[in-house]
């Protein structure tokens, strides 16, 4: 994604703010809940990261329809980023 780079996982969590800001500067509070809620699955073991990719990409599904495009690229990018870290695994 244009303007995006992750090269450690602060990277991730820094462009995971900005998909945040951007959904509490929409009144989008209740897509903040969840996705805060689906960061808590995130343990540091790779089961917890699969967690939350599960729990993201869900709710990414079920709220797409009220997503601006900046919005669902920042969530694309930052799935298919977990997704392929994951997979080298």
Do not use: H, P
């Amino acid at each position: 994604m244009k303007g995006y780079k992750v090269e450690k996982w602060k990277d991730f969590w820094n462009i995971f703010d900005v998909l945040i800001e951007l959904l509490n500067s929409n009144n989008q509070t209740d897509i903040v809940s969840d996705l805060k809620n689906a960061q808590k699955c995130v343990n540091g073991l790779t089961d917890g990261w699969y967690d939350f990719l599960t729990a993201f990409e869900k709710i990414i599904i079920i709220y797409k329809l009220k997503l601006t495009a900046e919005q669902m690229n920042i969530s694309n990018f930052l799935i298919e980023t977990l997704n392929k870290v994951l997979t080298r695994r």
